[in-house]
């Protein structure tokens, strides 16, 4: 099975800028996902290995950016203009195909990473 390494999480006041990172293998579509305490998990935003498009939850449409380094075999969500709301465990994941092109869906996704813990104070 592909194993997915997330990092890059930690603490942060509101207004400021995390990095987080996954390290992952293959061809694959790649997704990050949050899930806050007593709340069900939620897409964040991904890209398509084929095209290199990109899409984002309109809650962090405009503040977050996904990108990939091919050569590192690392996927990027760079967050900025964090909210406490952002608070959660952020998850990687990594899938083969869009099932009605369905990007934001987690059953579209075959490989998930153990999460790391995102915390914006305010």
């Known amino acids: 099975q592909v194993q997915l390494v997330e990092s890059g999480g930690g603490l942060v006041q509101a207004g400021g800028s995390l990095r987080l990172s996954c390290a992952a293998s293959g061809r694959y579509n790649m997704g990050w996902f949050r899930q806050a305490p007593g709340k069900e998990r939620e897409f964040v935003a991904a890209i398509r290995w084929s095209s290199g498009s990109t899409y984002y939850a309109d809650s962090v449409k405009g503040r977050f950016t996904i990108s990939r380094d091919n050569a590192k075999n690392t996927v990027y969500l760079q967050m900025n203009s964090l909210k406490p709301e952002d608070t959660a465990v952020y998850y990687c994941?990594?899938?083969?195909?869009?099932?009605?092109?369905?990007?934001?869906?987690?059953?579209?996704?075959?490989?998930w990473g153990q999460g790391t813990q995102v915390t914006v104070s305010s």
């Open positions: 994941a990594a899938g083969h195909q869009y099932y009605n092109g369905r990007y934001y869906y987690t059953d579209n996704y075959d490989y």
